[in-house]
Nanobody
Framework: QVQLMETGGGLVQAGGSLRLACAAS????????MAWFRQAPGKEREFVSA???????YYAPFVKGRFTISRDNAQNTGYLQMNSLKPEDTAVYYCAADYFDASNYGTLSSISRYDYWGQGTQVTVSS
């Protein structure tokens, strides 16, 4: 089992940047696929980005080159660098992970594939 904790959320003006971190404890982080999802008020949780256990990266279309996902297996930490933020990016951002090997967008973007979730971190982008 793995425990996840997100940090790095906050309030930022439109056009600004934030870097979210997801610290993992427990089993070997490098063997886990990791993803970021977000949930805005009144909306369903949606996929943002994922990184496979072998480092392949996947992004939701609305990211459009603004976000970058990465991982540091030595530090058991994943990151989401968010640039050019927009008010519509306002949401609670969740880190998710699970022990599986996949290299396709469909699998890595599926909420149901992840059993381990962090508590979430609030990102608010003002206009």
């Amino acid at each position: 089992q793995v425990q996840l904790m997100e940090t790095g959320g906050g309030l930022v003006q439109a056009g600004g940047s934030l870097r979210l971190a997801c610290a993992a404890s427990g089993r070997t982080f490098s063997a886990y696929a990791m993803a970021w999802f977000r949930q805005a008020p009144g909306k369903e949780r949606e996929f943002v980005s994922a990184i496979s256990r072998n480092g392949g990266t996947y992004y939701a279309p609305f990211v459009k080159g603004r976000f970058t996902i990465s991982r540091d297996n030595a530090q058991n930490t994943g990151y989401l660098q968010m640039n050019s933020l927009k008010p519509e990016d306002t949401a609670v951002y969740y880190c998710a992970a699970d022990y599986f090997d996949a290299s396709n967008y469909g699998t890595l973007s599926s909420i149901s594939r992840y059993d381990y979730w962090g508590q979430g971190t609030q990102v608010t982008v003002s206009s």
